[in-house]
């Protein structure tokens, strides 16, 4: 059977760290089920400069192109619409990465040179999408939303597919556009890469084989994260036999965050063998490995579009601490977790105790979880797609 080609214009500023997130693994496992031939195209840069060629099958083309602008604004992607200009006609299956402004361009642009091909848009909770729960107190603003609706559904009118990443934004998006458009929408969450897992040979704890340590994963100190609800809270608690891991790379761009943690170890001397920040970790088996010694996932952003390192907890039967974000209160909801508000340094003080002292029982909340951690991986999210897409199956 020949094997279709499809083409993925991610996000702009595409790394190495994206090599194990949705903007490689979606396209990824897409073609290992429709029998794809995978490009991902992206702009080059000294961020991204040293990647290889090609990653498990997947061809990584870098275009020679820079620009000064952000991304998601046409000034910033002008290189992706001169692109799909000249190779429209080769890609069987076109796959864009959010709704915008440049999405529909790329789209329209695609529709037109190749009418027989696919056009997917994975979408998160950003783009266009947020702009629209502005509040309208101006003509201005009531024009500008206007505007960002009628674009929104003309790009996905454009779509032959479109799949979220959230139950609310699915719910939003089903009654945001016209009943025509609905059969197009599917929720399809971030599942995890089992398969990697699997050739990394790493095997899941068992509870009773896990450590007393509760972990903190992501951009320690960024904004978007939130990190200071935990080290306060750490502060009103009791940490027994218990450690706290943060790992991710130590922010310095907004204030540099050492300086907090540097403050808090001066607070509070004694915690300076059980608080504890390891530093960026972006080898997946070393990674995975403090999940799976971990029995508590804590995390306290005030944002999320989704939250892959929660559906990493998940699987690694993590017991969930989250600010309502993202995909935490689907998975809490299954049994295993609970909200804490954001910045309520008291309430998840609270919470963090009754794990320490016993009355949250770990054991018996894992036991009465009512869906298993395997349920939730990529190759099953993927199947939810059903055959979406019959023009390539000619």
């Known amino acids: 059977m020949e094997r279709k080609r499809t083409l993925l214009f991610p996000i702009v500023d595409f790394q190495e760290i994206n090599l194990g997130k949705d903007v490689f693994l979606t396209p ?28 498990r099958g997947v061809e990584l083309i870098p275009l020679p192109f820079k620009s000064n602008y952000s991304s998601f604004s046409f000034k910033g992607e002008w290189y992706f619409l001169y692109y799909i200009l000249r190779h429209a006609r080769e890609a069987d299956v076109l796959m864009r990465f959010h709704f915008s402004v440049q999405t529909g361009l790329i789209g329209l642009i695609y529709k037109m040179l190749n009418p027989n091909g696919v056009f997917y848009i994975k979408g998160d909770g950003y783009g266009l999408f947020t702009s629209l729960f502005r509040k309208e107190n101006s003509l201005l603003m009531k024009v500008k939303n206007f505007l960002i609706r009628k674009a929104m559904h003309f790009t996905c009118g454009l779509a032959d597919l479109i799949s979220v990443e959230t139950p609310s934004l699915f719910d939003y998006l089903r009654t945001e556009l016209p009943a025509r458009m609905n059969d197009k929408v599917v929720l399809m969450l971030n599942g995890f ?3 990697y897992c699997r050739e990394l040979q790493i095997k899941r ?24 609800q935990l080290l306060y809270a750490l502060e009103k608690t009791d940490l027994k036999d218990w450690k706290v891991v943060f790992v991710g790379p130590v922010e310095n761009r907004a204030h540099d965050f050492r300086q907090t943690i540097d403050e808090f170890y001066k ?18 088996k ?8 971990a029995k508590v996932f804590v995390h306290t952003s005030p944002k999320e579009s989704f939250g892959i390192v929660l559906s990493e907890a998940f699987y690694f039967d993590n017991y969930i601490l989250s600010t309502p974000v993202g995909i935490a209160s689907y998975l809490i909801n299954f049994g295993y977790g609970e909200l804490v508000n954001h910045n309520d340094v008291e309430g998840l003080a609270s919470k963090l105790q009754e794990v320490i002292d016993g009355k949250t029982d770990l054991e018996e909340r894992l036991s009465s979880r009512t869906m298993d951690n395997d349920a939730f991986t990529l190759k099953k999210e993927i199947d939810k797609l059903g055959n979406l897409f019959p023009k390539t199956a000619k």
């Not at 704890?205 to 200071?228: C, F, H, Q, T, W």
């Not at 070393?286 to 010694?293: A, G, Q």
């Open 28 to 55: 990824y496992y897409l073609g290992k089920k429709h029998n794809l031939e995978v490009r991902i195209v992206y702009p080059l840069s000294e961020n991204n400069k040293h990647l290889p060629a090609e990653y």
């Open 193 to 195: 890469d089992e398969e």
């Open 205 to 228: 704890r068992s509870l009773p084989e896990k450590e007393n340590i509760m972990l903190a994963v992501g951009r320690i100190g960024a904004p978007d994260k939130n990190n200071e």
């Open 267 to 284: 607070r509070n001397p004694h915690l300076t063998e059980k608080v504890l920040f390891p530093g960026a970790v972006y080898d997946k």
């Open 286 to 293: 070393e990674l995975w490995e403090w999940y799976n010694r």
